[in-house]
């Protein structure tokens, strides 16, 4: 194999060749073009332009411009201060599902500290609006929220055997969401899927927006924002700047606030019941039947993380107790969900707003709980729209800028169209149900499910290649399918009634 002139892009300065005395080597890459880069790896391609490293583990399939070998460096210290961003030029950032791979730690991970992850990943945004989701279903909605519990546990272990029979046939230590898809579905499928996640991340994004607008305006009122989005423009001005960071992985160390403020508001629930700080005879309902198809995408929200079990799973000290893992933190979440459901919608019935701390009584728990939640979108908002900003960057767009206007540009507009999305619907409840019928149903139930059909059954590396198995593997298509069509209908209708209120008000 002929040895490539390599030139590379050193804390953002091109086309300065590489210093004298280090030697080069060429590997070929792995099965079906796949690599794993880290601070030791970098693509060459034709035009002999080296591609950011990163400090990170990254995975994807060079584009077509890229030569099949990558060169490897004998002094990789050298590359610690290169920039993060795997993606600057030329492919795409990790799994792309629910979070980075960038704030997965490397390290093997015990059976406590895997459970922790997963509390983390799940327990997010939609915590805060399950009991919203049962105003809209009434109390038959605990039932659903048990159901979606079940499915989408068993769809993070289908995913996870998926996972195993790829890694069984590709011989890669290293398997994405996408691999998977991609080994089911075909490159077709892996584009698809990759949309599926890019367009969910961005939503994602939108949302955070929205509760920021939302928290804001009920901490300070009109006193300081006029108007909602005038509160989501203040709080742009703090959280797109941390899109241009260096090091967007930085911000996961700050992750501990998520579990903080989660834990604060369920027990601030606790503690508002349990000393009566509300007033008694809220009006509640048995069932809501025409809004019950709100509830799916929102409580679906809750179980969202698919995207990043594999990952978890690899970091484990011992990852065949992964099942256990997903069975102790699916049940911890599934408890913490329902009990503040359950109480926020006894105590505050039908009046119950679309955050819950919205509808607590004004006193220094309520305002620990705002403040937390301000916190933790800021530290989540460039994690979650980094996968984003990695393909756009990886698609060729303002190629001619350079580098380093190229990156901030491309993740500025980015983070302005989340934004502009935030300011168009501002409405967090329906924005989260729709999101989540469309999008989160499709990569944690429907997805896994189909990848664990194509890919498992009939496989003689398979363990589950039981009717059992499959039977519950066309369950979950079936009620994915359900949960996305009238979800999806029922939360743009929801959405359009708010749009149209809200000009009717203005005008």
Same mark, same amino acid.
């Given at each position: 194999?002929? &040895?490539?002139?390599?030139?590379?892009?050193?804390?953002?300065? #091109?086309?300065?060749?590489?210093?004298?005395?280090?030697?080069?080597?060429?590997?070929?890459?792995?099965?079906?073009?796949?690599?794993?880069?880290?601070?030791?790896?970098? *693509?060459?391609?034709?035009?002999?332009?080296?591609?950011?490293?990163?400090?990170?583990?990254?995975?994807?399939?060079?584009?077509?411009?890229?030569?099949?070998?990558?060169?490897?460096?004998?002094?990789?210290?050298?590359?610690?201060?290169?920039?993060?961003?795997?993606?600057?030029?030329?492919?795409?950032?990790?799994?792309?599902?629910? %979070?980075?791979?960038?704030?997965? #730690?490397?390290?093997?991970?015990?059976?406590? &500290?895997?459970?922790?992850?997963?509390?983390?990943?799940?327990?997010?945004?939609?915590?805060?609006?399950?009991?919203?989701?049962?105003?809209?279903?009434?109390?038959?909605?605990?039932?659903?929220?048990?159901?979606?519990?079940?499915?989408?546990?068993?769809?993070? @272990?289908?995913?996870?055997?998926?996972?195993?029979?790829?890694? /069984?046939?590709?011989? @890669?230590?290293?398997?994405?969401?996408?691999?998977?898809?991609? !080994?089911? =579905?075909?490159?077709?499928?892996?584009?698809?899927?990759?949309?599926?996640?890019?367009?969910?991340?961005?939503?994602?994004? !939108?949302?955070? *927006?929205?509760?920021?607008?939302?928290?804001?305006?009920?901490?300070?009122?009109?006193?300081?924002?006029?108007? /909602? @989005?005038?509160?989501?423009?203040?709080?742009? +001005?703090?959280?797109?700047? %941390?899109?241009?960071?260096?090091?967007?992985?930085?911000?996961?160390?700050?992750? *501990?606030?998520?579990?903080?403020?989660?834990?604060?508001?369920?027990? %601030?629930?606790?503690?508002?019941?349990?000393?009566?700080?509300?007033?008694?005879?809220?009006?509640?309902?048995?069932?809501?039947?025409?809004?019950?198809?709100?509830?799916?995408?929102?409580?679906?929200?809750?179980?969202?993380?698919?995207?990043?079990?594999?990952?978890?799973?690899?970091?484990? &000290?011992?990852?065949?107790?992964?099942?256990?893992?997903?069975?102790?933190?699916?049940?911890?979440?599934?408890?913490?969900?329902?009990?503040?459901?359950?109480?926020?919608?006894?105590?505050?019935?039908?009046?119950? +707003?679309?955050?819950?701390?919205?509808?607590?009584? $004004?006193?220094?728990?309520?305002?620990?709980?705002?403040?937390?939640?301000?916190?933790?979108?800021?530290?989540?908002?460039?994690?979650?729209?980094?996968?984003?900003?990695?393909?756009?960057?990886?698609?060729?767009?303002?190629?001619? =800028?350079?580098?380093?206007?190229?990156?901030?540009?491309?993740?500025?507009?980015?983070?302005?169209?989340?934004?502009?999305?935030?300011?168009?619907?501002?409405?967090?409840?329906?924005?989260?149900?729709?999101?989540?019928?469309?999008?989160?149903?499709?990569?944690?139930?429907?997805?896994? $499910?189909?990848?664990?059909?194509?890919?498992?059954?009939?496989?003689?590396?398979?363990?589950?290649?039981?009717?059992?198995?499959?039977?519950?593997?066309?369950?979950?298509?079936?009620?994915?399918?359900?949960?996305?069509?009238?979800?999806?209908?029922?939360?743009?209708?929801?959405?359009?009634?708010?749009?149209?209120? +809200?000009?009717? %008000?203005?005008?």
């Amino acid at each position: 194999m002929a &040895q490539a002139k390599i030139q590379f892009f050193c804390n953002g300065v #091109s086309g300065k060749p590489l210093k004298s005395g280090l030697k080069l080597r060429e590997f070929p890459v792995g099965q079906r073009g796949q690599v794993v880069v880290s601070t030791s790896n970098i *693509f060459a391609d034709r035009s002999c332009r080296g591609q950011f490293p990163t400090r990170n583990v990254y995975r994807s399939a060079p584009p077509p411009c890229f030569q099949r070998r990558f060169v490897q460096l004998s002094r990789p210290w050298q590359l610690r201060r290169l920039v993060s961003s795997a993606a600057a030029d030329g492919f795409a950032l990790g799994d792309g599902a629910n %979070t980075s791979e960038a704030a997965v #730690s490397q390290r093997k991970s015990t059976f406590l &500290q895997a459970v922790l992850n997963v509390m983390n990943i799940l327990m997010g945004v939609g915590l805060l609006s399950i009991p919203y989701a049962l105003r809209q279903a009434g109390w038959l909605g605990l039932a659903v929220l048990a159901f979606l519990g079940f499915v989408t546990n068993y769809a993070g @272990k289908a995913l996870i055997e998926a996972h195993a029979v790829v890694r /069984k046939r590709t011989g @890669k230590e290293t398997v994405g969401y996408e691999d998977i898809a991609e !080994a089911a =579905l075909g490159r077709a499928g892996r584009a698809l899927v990759s949309a599926i996640m890019y367009v969910e991340l961005f939503g994602t994004c !939108a949302l955070l *927006f929205i509760l920021q607008g939302d928290n804001l305006t009920n901490l300070l009122g009109k006193s300081v924002f006029a108007t /909602k @989005k005038h509160a989501m423009i203040a709080a742009a +001005a703090v959280m797109i700047p %941390t899109v241009w960071l260096p090091d967007v992985t930085a911000l996961s160390y700050l992750g *501990f606030l998520g579990v903080i403020a989660t834990i604060s508001v369920v027990g %601030t629930v606790i503690f508002t019941f349990a000393t009566g700080g509300y007033v008694p005879g809220a009006e509640t309902a048995l069932i809501n039947p025409t809004s019950l198809p709100l509830t799916f995408g929102i409580m679906a929200f809750v179980y969202a993380g698919h995207g990043v079990f594999p990952s978890i799973q690899a970091s484990m &000290q011992k990852p065949k107790d992964f099942d256990k893992v997903l069975n102790l933190a699916y049940a911890l979440v599934g408890t913490c969900c329902a009990l503040i459901a359950a109480l926020g919608y006894y105590m505050y019935g039908n009046r119950v +707003a679309d955050v819950i701390i919205f509808s607590l009584p $004004a006193g220094p728990l309520a305002l620990l709980c705002s403040c937390l939640i301000l916190i933790n979108p800021l530290t989540k908002y460039a994690l979650t729209l980094e996968p984003v900003c990695a393909a756009v960057q990886g698609s060729g767009l303002m190629a001619r =800028l350079q580098s380093g206007l190229r990156r901030v540009s491309i993740r500025g507009i980015v983070a302005v169209g989340t934004l502009v999305s935030a300011m168009y619907v501002p409405y967090l409840a329906m924005v989260m149900s729709l999101i989540g019928s469309v999008l989160t149903i499709s990569v944690s139930v429907f997805l896994p $499910a189909l990848f664990h059909l194509k890919l498992c059954h009939g496989n003689s590396g398979s363990e589950q290649n039981t009717r059992y198995s499959k039977g519950w593997d066309y369950t979950c298509l079936v009620v994915s399918l359900v949960c996305a069509v009238s979800g999806t209908a029922a939360a743009l209708k929801g959405l359009a009634e708010q749009i149209a209120a +809200a000009s009717l %008000t203005v005008a």
